[in-house]
């Protein structure tokens, strides 16, 4: 009898159940996460945003763009995944607007929202250098080596523009002519930019000198320079690694020589009686991380970055690595930034018009981006600070925007997320985690950081390692900075 009783009560409970009582308000199976604005192309790659719901949830789910309810049909947007995904199939700036998704059933909602921004593909503009590589100077290039140098024009991104574009060289003011000597060579990479490279076969002493690359259309001309300088006097000779493809990979491996050169440099010039003929297994000095964070900024932001971002983490308890305070005077600023990114957990890297306009600022940026691909994670913090154009390389990561004013209530409360709990005590000799940096140059197994990364000589194409690369910001973009 009780038994019964109880069953019954159980059957009650299972139906009442059933008919809906318990149902519980739609959640968010992933936190919405869309991309950030300022960041899409008309005509660019598909847009999407989702707005993924728990399983087993009943729910209805509307978008609305400027708070109207979104007709699909109308607005060429495409609805998928039980109206989860919104996709922008072929983005076009009409569809500027603030979307928000909302998730309902009768037991209450839940929505996100986001202001998506694309703008119209530029027309033609005059020639800009969006890049050279290597990016000021190549050194210890001995003669009889090949070389090759580079730069990048953006010309505003039609085909027209491209057909439009004259492309010269010149080294020291005198044009040079295409020969078999100087090779001259264009390429169209990523976003219709044009890659104008010179090749310079078997270098005589009469090469070394300040090359300038020179792009000109009907809307005007830029140009930018780039030194191949004569090497120092030492006797012993590096084996040169610079004959070096210039797509976008060849920045990395341009970085990976330059982190090499600077190395090998800075040891041989402390044990200045060693040899390097047999470079076997070369070993750099242990690094120990002393600091939270490094600052990568330019002089013209140092205002706001000394009251306001410098005095803001510092009392917040990280230990912070800026130039003012930390670099040694008299050593090269290339050594003393290398020193500082590799000594710092994460580099925070501020970009402005005046940052991205030096040279010094795009080797720091390298550099970072280097290091926090090779060991895959968060490694660096972008913050654009003013309404600077976002460099092609680092489209698609996404950024603190100061620039926003939408954002600045959250910004430090995001940055120090971004940065994570402070783990470098003041006391140096308590320096609680202390990585270590091996590099082995002979058979190029770069292994900066617990060995995470391996590039062999045989998978060193440029391709294969952008590849690796863009993998790796993927990564790195989920598990960074949100919005
Ligand atoms: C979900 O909806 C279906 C049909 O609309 C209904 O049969 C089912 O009981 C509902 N589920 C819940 C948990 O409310
Ligand atoms: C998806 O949205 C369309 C148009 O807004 C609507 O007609 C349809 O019922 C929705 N489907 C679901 C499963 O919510
Ligand atoms: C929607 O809002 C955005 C800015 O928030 C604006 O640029 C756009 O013109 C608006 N679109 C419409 C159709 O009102
Ligand atoms: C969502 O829920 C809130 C209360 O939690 C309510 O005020 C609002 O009207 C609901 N919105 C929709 C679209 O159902
Ligand atoms: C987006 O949501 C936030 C918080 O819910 C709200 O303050 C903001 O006004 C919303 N923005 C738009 C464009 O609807
Ligand atoms: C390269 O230049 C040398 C002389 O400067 C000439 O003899 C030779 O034929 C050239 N080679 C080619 C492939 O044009
Ligand atoms: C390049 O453009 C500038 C104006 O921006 C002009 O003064 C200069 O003469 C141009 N150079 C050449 C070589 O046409
Ligand atoms: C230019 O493009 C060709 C073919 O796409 C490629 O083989 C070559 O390596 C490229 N050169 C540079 C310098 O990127």
Redesign the pocket.
Known sequence: MELLRFSLILFQLVSTFKTGICLSAPKFKVAPNWPDRDYYDEDGPPIQLNCLIIDGVNFTM?WTKNGSKIDPGKEQLLLQNKNQTLIFVEPKQVQSGDYTC?A?NKA??V?YNGTIFITARSQETRPRVIDTDPSTTVSRVQVGDTIMIGCTFDVGGSMEALMDLTLNWFKDDIALKDNNHTVFGINTTGENNQLSFLTINGIQTSDYGTYTCYGENSKGNDSSKITVAVPGPRKNNLPLYLIIGLSSGGALTIVIVVVIMLYRCRKSNKYEELTWEEPNNYDVPDHKIEYDVFISYSNENLDWVKDALFENLCNHGYEVCIDFKDFTPGMAVTENILDAVYKSHKTIVLMSHDFLKSMWGQFELQQALNRATMKRSDLMILIKFDDCKVPAKLMGKTFLDWSDVKVRPHFWSRLYEAIGEPAISNNHNDVKEAEMHKINVNDKVIDIENGINEFNENDTHDNEVWKTINEMVKTFNEVTIDR
């Open positions: 509307v909302i309902f209450g909602n929505s």
